[in-house]
């Protein structure tokens, strides 16, 4: 069976204007400094039944059609898409940061479940009339998908979301991370629970052998498999041409293993997920590999997936405003203070225990396919249907500006918050000026800034009074126009004159931007780095590396 | 409609299981100095109901099922996979080259079209018995087929061959892309006229209409479209986020002229190529952009759309030993010996002209596809179809060896054959010994030659006797492990000393590697470069450009 010549010009012209709109609108809000996923997500309703369906039915239906062939295709590329998403966000997790932050991920994942599931299950359960349930025998059944529903999380959105925002490979974004990872795990794990309590639940494995197995698999991969990836990459890179081998066994290792969790019942992402952190963490994968995937995934692909959500459903029909108020509502409150409360145990301030709290917030599409499960098998109303989609649109939407609210407000940064593998360069530079425009251009790259006004800033400070501080270290700084304080780290093994008090030359160069109006935020930052370096003994061996990279890791965990 | 757990489950391990196998016989043929195309062909042919589907029935059919949800999703995949891997090969196409060459380009292609085309008709209708065909309505339109059948060429494989040869921007490369991007065309447009002679041919365009409307877009493109995408490529790079921006922009434009073609009655393909072809030429698209989407999806994709070729048919089944001799005859003979006559009758040389006409030989998919319809309709038996497809097969396979064997022979390289606008590079080097360690990195990983060997070469033969020459123009050269001559050239602004007998620095620096064995190849290459800088004036007037990327060209059209 194959696409025609008519199903193929309409595939090929859906998929051009998924990619537009979500290009236009997420570059609208890059430009208002809020996420691009928040413009995919809001593309996907333009294109999707609630706008364009009203208000161009015959344009939309050409463009959408119900035809089962587009339709398949078009499923076949979200689900590529989004397992491609899942296995970059998963390139981006740095196992060690997780491992040390592990109660408190697993607090803020245990809590995060937990209290909305207890909210959205007593609700149900209380008010089963409510919503439409009359069969005395459903209800615990009910009660108990209402609690899943609640405390289900979307692991995809709020990857992207912590890669737009930047903050992925900082503390907060690895617990966030972590936590949605243990959390989409008893998510699917519980929901497939209900599904065989309907005997609906698909394949032959019985519920024990599928823990067993997910668990095994999870465990394999992140103890052994990591072991066995650092092992054979080195082989890959030297015997395959390169880069395609390597992009090709990380795909191939990622379909696989997503198929193997599509198998036993927990979704393909998870799979995907997992391969992503097993071979992120090797040391052997090179930028110019990760950067290939994570602009051709990100920019091709994840958009398709996030316009696709909005695509699924009329938001309108169906509205019950107040069934959609109740239902936002616990989940907001569920999740935010679940979430909130066990950071906040597992020693998080309380400012940072809100940023996990809304950013374990957001329900994406996640919600949807369990929606829609639970719509197919006749467990849930429309108008039901309909509030979980509002629920899961908005709390995707909301999350990712109430977080950057939080952390403009936020002034207790500290050093390991700011510094990022990805902003650290091992430089020949001859002189002084041409480190810190490398620097200065790596950092304006990332965050969009002018690059020679930049370059200018740093330079007049730097003619002011020089930087060097002592014991290898030079900190030139400036106030720029960033949302939260960034770093970029370059080393020199030869060492660079900065004019130090001790007359050594600096090997470690720490560029340091804060935001404009947080003047003390500088100062503080300014005196933990110069305290970093007070030992002349540690930071010796800090510089005489062989691994360069670890320089980033070892002040992080000084 | 969406794709079940179980569904998706399959999906997911053949699409893991194509890459690997095409990874795998990829790699071993690239290590027997072969195209990865040809193991990636072979490795469809082993996974495909020819050899798994014999040797393990049971293992082939939860693979690769029937079910048309995952028949679709898949055919969906290898659309977009096409679709791509065309739009890169246009990104190569330098339109200048092809335009100087367009008479020799025609003739082969003009004349590997009528050629076979001729024989196939003449063969069907003299012996239309032998082919089933009994109905003498149907001896006219079979005949058509058959000329078309055996004139038809596949881009996709050319293109990919040229590309695993190193031979995409080559003078021979382009001549071929050119005289298979017209026999594409013309291919395509007799056999949507055979499919309304039959009354098949779908669509609601007239037969004039669509060549009107195929030649309108195709001279649109490439004469406004192309200043157009040269005047708004430098404010998407400066207004949107960078490389994304211009990522989506390809492939959104590729996507929706595919659909566009597809649309006409031309296949998707035609219109992704000429897309390529469009924004390929723009002096705005940085190298960085292009290296990811040609990595992504010569990797990914491209690999799976190979692969699937050799699934779609058993090569044994409906097998009759003499029709397969005489089919393959046909389309060889007629195909080689026609864009031979072409090519030389267009002023190539006696081997350039028979490693044109095996370049273009290539059927591909095209002609399973065009096949697959033939089929369809009821046109042609399956043992017709079986032939068509072996023949596709065997000409896919065969034209890269071939066209190696001829081109190692070949002696008569000229400058113009081996510059290379990916090889060139903007150095600001120190020294001598940088410049060269710059060039020679980048040939030995284009070329997979051990840099250290290679630069101690390069330099022990500097040392015997500095190669600067005069008029700023300097040629280190060397012996190494290549099939045929490489040339990269750096571009100095300030100028290095090679101790050239005019004193003056040089400032164009090409460094030149022949075959081990060519010594009369080496010295004659070099008197020509030599001969190229002779004349002050306009060596002065070349080096003193503001675009030091259009030196290449310049000495190409010399």
Redesign the interface.
Known sequence: ??????Q??????S??IM??M??LLG?LF?KLKQP?IIGEILAGIILGPTVLGVLMPGFSAWLFPKT??I???????F??AV?MLLLVSGLEVDLAVVVRQSKTAFLTSFMGIIFPFALGFALAYMYPNYFGINDEKMRLIFSLFMGTAMSISALPVIARTLMDLNLIRTEIGLIILAAAMFGDLAGWIIFSLILSMMGAG??TLGFSDKILLILGFTLFMLLIGRKIVNKIFPYIQK???H???V???I??????C??FT??I?VH?IFGAFIVGITIGDTAHLREKTR???H??V???FA?LFFVSIGLRVNLLTNFDPLLVLIVVFIAFTGKVIGCGLGAYWGNMSRRDSLVIGFGMNSRGAMEIILGLLALQFGLIQDKVFVALVIMAVFTSLISAPVMNYFLKGRMDFSLRDILDRQMFIISSAPDKDSVIREMVSLAA?KY?IDEETLFQQVKSREELIPTGIANYLAVPHAKAKVSRPVAVVAFHKEGLDFEASDKLPAKVILLLLTPQDKSELQLKLLAEIANKFKDKDSVESLINTDKPESIISALKNA
Chains 1, 2 share one sequence.
Not at 8 to 13: N, R, S
Not at 71 to 77: E, H, K, L, N, Y
Not at 251 to 256: D, R
């Open positions: 069976m194959r696409l025609d010549a008519e193929l010009t309409v595939f090929l012209t998929i051009s990619l537009l979500a290009r570059e890059i691009a089962p062939e339709q398949v295709a078009m499923d076949g590329i689900s590529l397992i698909g394949g015997y395959f041409v880069p395609g081998g992009l090709n066994f795909f191939i290792l990622g379909f696989l997503a198929a599509e198998f019942g393909a950067e290939i995937i602009q051709f990100t920019n091709i958009p790259k969009n």
